[in-house]
């Protein structure tokens, strides 16, 4: 048999040596065998392909490099932020604008976002101020003035405030501090009439009720004990000093 010159293309087997009379083609693949659509096979998850130009193998247990993550638009964080915080309880503009500010988010990112939670109603400084009001009256006995301060801590503007302690009627704050003082009346029995005097105006002090009507409404209260018409029955827990 004469010996060829050069190989041809019947001389390539599977294993890349000469054999005569071997199709191209490969077989059918065995399903599961990976081989399937093209030759698609699955990499280990531990093996690295081959290292390019300047590159070296990665070690075995050498841990992946990770892509650096792209910078997140200031903005979208500024939404992020701002929707989180007002999801468990209603905030003021200033309170999310130091939130911001803490994260140092950008001032220009900041301010277009609360811009635009005001334009859609997400931010309403009016309305949460009267919300508070209405709140911490009604749940710890506050005066006007304790509220308006409250309301100022968190940034609130000084006439929106005004506004919104105004809306509490005078009668309502003077029963409110009648209710303190009898609820507390009894806490202070047999002390002296003067410390008893000074610790209840003190009490409502402390929730923000002027001096006057303090001491008006606790001597009231200390001339009905005297009286005998009941006025020193016990109360409830709430509105704790």
Not at 101 to 116: T, Y
Not at 140 to 161: F, I, Q, T, Y
Request: hydrophobic share 35%; net charge negative; with cysteine.
């Amino acid at each position: 048999m004469p010996e060829r010159e050069a190989w041809g293309p019947l001389d390539w087997s599977v294993n890349g040596v000469g054999g005569e009379g071997v199709d191209l083609l490969p077989a059918d693949p065995e399903p599961g065998s990976g081989l399937e659509q093209g030759f698609d096979l699955e990499l280990d998850p531990d093996s690295d392909p081959e290292p390019g130009p300047g590159r070296r193998p990665r070690s075995a247990g050498e841990p992946r490099e990770q892509a650096p993550e792209e910078p997140r638009d200031p903005v979208v964080q500024a939404k992020a932020l701002c929707l989180r915080l007002l999801t468990g309880s209603s905030k003021t503009r200033k309170q999310l604008a130091d939130a911001m500010r803490k994260r140092e988010i950008p001032d220009e990112a900041a301010e277009e976002v609360l811009s635009r939670f005001e334009e859609v109603g997400l931010i309403d400084d009016a309305a949460f101020a009267d919300a508070w009001v209405e709140s911490r009256h009604r749940g710890r006995g506050l005066a006007r003035r304790a509220l308006a301060m409250e309301l100022r801590s968190r940034g609130v503007d000084h006439a929106v405030v005004a506004e919104a302690v105004q809306r509490l009627d005078p009668e309502q704050e003077t029963d409110t501090a009648r209710e303190l003082v009898r609820r507390k009346l009894r806490s202070t029995s047999g002390l002296d009439r003067q410390v008893r005097l000074r610790r209840l105006a003190g009490m409502l002090a402390r929730r923000g009720y002027p001096e006057g009507l303090a001491l008006r409404v606790v001597r009231e209260a200390l001339d009905a004990e005297r009286a005998g018409d009941g006025a020193d029955e016990p109360g409830g827990d709430f509105w704790e000093d």
